[in-house]
């Protein structure tokens, strides 16, 4: 059973513990369901709402998911080279960068790039050797060192702590 989202942002240091604690067909349905979730809230949204801005400095709905794609593209690729016991050739220093955030995408580019990150989710662990290196961690500021299995686990959280960043796009005044 998941742990509430509000309790592991609460305890970071539980991240990991809890991942390893999970098969990995476990592991990608929680990250799966994530995408499902982000999926069907999108679909009740307009282009206008997507790309509605609260402020110069604030994402869009489209710049969060967007966001989110690009950043589990990075961490599909890194859960490889965890599994495979090269945490050497990851640089954590591009974790917190925001990179990736598009305003321009649209809802169909929107679910697409949560397909792609479902396909590669699934190829990455189809390809994982049948016991993977769980020793290899990489350091996030605020979870602590994640193996592979923690960086899953980690992808399905930042999607719903991103959803909440949606929610609050959509609470903001002027929000169409």
Known sequence: MPLPLDEL???PQIVNQRAQDLE????LFEYERALDDIQAWLRGLSTEQIHFKPGEKVYSIAEIVTHNSFSDEMFWSWIALLGQGR????DPKTLISGD????TAMLLDLEAQNEACRTLA???IDTLSPAPDLTATTPHPYFG???AKGWIYF???HRGMHRYQCESVIDAPGFP
């Open 122 to 124: 699934r190829h990455t």
């Open 155 to 157: 992808m399905a959280l």
């Open 145 to 147: 060192a994640l193996n």
């Open 9 to 11: 942002v609460s305890h």
């Open 100 to 103: 990736g955030a598009r305003n």
């Open 87 to 90: 945490s050497a050739e990851i």
């Open 24 to 27: 990995w067909e476990d592991l």
